[in-house]
């Protein structure tokens, strides 16, 4: 059986939803040309309205899904303000969705140093050049901040900044959605009142 036949029951038996999002993230790591681990992010700003973007998730487990960013760019402030965010993933070769969201916490600081040493050392070096979300008055500007701070850290490693570090979404929802004929798909929503409560299981209308 191939990842674009799971049948009904295969998809609807799963208990809990962090090993059917596993199971589906190493379907389309089979079957994405480029970064299954690809998702849209949404925030809200201080005005209430809503911002999404396209982000990379760089971790999950039972905590929750984790990602690596600016805290001064205009996602990490609307973060920090709220405590919120939501997530979708599509994986249209799969014709799959998964959608969460929840309240945000902060990786610990040895997870992110962590994460931060496994990056290429160009990525290192445009943390520290880019002052995300801001306004660029040129190309030459960014670049000579690179140039500056290739220079500063040419030698050993290059040090996390302040500034950068990563958000762990903890899911109180997570809705699986698999693409069927004639639109009548399946959707699976698990849910709970809090981060560390028990699932509930809930078939939807498509």
């Known amino acids: 059986m191939t990842s674009n036949e799971?049948?009904?029951?295969?998809?609807?038996d799963a208990s809990e939803p962090f090993s059917l999002f596993a199971t589906w993230l190493k379907d389309a790591q089979?079957?994405?040309?480029?970064?299954?681990?690809?998702?849209?992010?949404?925030?809200?700003?201080?005005d209430?309205?809503?911002?999404v973007r396209m982000v990379l998730l760089k971790g999950f487990d039972e905590r929750g899904f984790a990602f690596y960013t600016n805290f001064e760019s205009r996602k990490g402030r609307e973060i920090l303000a709220t405590r919120k965010a939501a997530m979708c993933f599509h994986?249209?070769?799969?014709?799959?969705?998964?959608?969460?969201?929840?309240p945000v916490e902060t990786v610990s600081e040895e997870e992110a140093d962590e994460y931060f040493r496994s990056r290429p050392?160009?990525?290192?070096?445009?943390?520290?050049?880019?002052r995300q979300s801001r306004p660029l008055e040129g190309r030459l500007a960014l670049e000579k901040?690179?140039?500056?701070?290739t220079a500063r850290y040419a030698i050993g490693e290059i040090p996390r900044p302040e500034y950068w570090s990563g958000f762990r979404i903890r899911p109180t929802s997570i809705?699986?959605?698999?693409?069927?004929?004639?639109?009548?798909?399946?959707?699976i929503e698990f849910s709970r009142p809090e981060p560390d409560g028990g699932w509930v299981k809930v078939r939807m209308y498509p």
């Open 6 to 12: 799971l049948t009904s029951s295969d998809f609807t």
């Open 30 to 46: 089979k079957s994405e040309v480029n970064d299954p681990n690809a998702v849209a992010l949404a925030t809200v700003d201080p």
């Open 48 to 51: 209430g309205m809503p911002n």
């Open 91 to 102: 994986w249209k070769s799969l014709r799959r969705q998964v959608r969460l969201r929840g």
């Open 121 to 130: 050392r160009g990525s290192r070096i445009g943390a520290w050049a880019s």
């Open 145 to 149: 901040a690179v140039a500056e701070f």
């Open 175 to 187: 809705e699986f959605w698999h693409d069927r004929p004639f639109r009548l798909h399946d959707r």
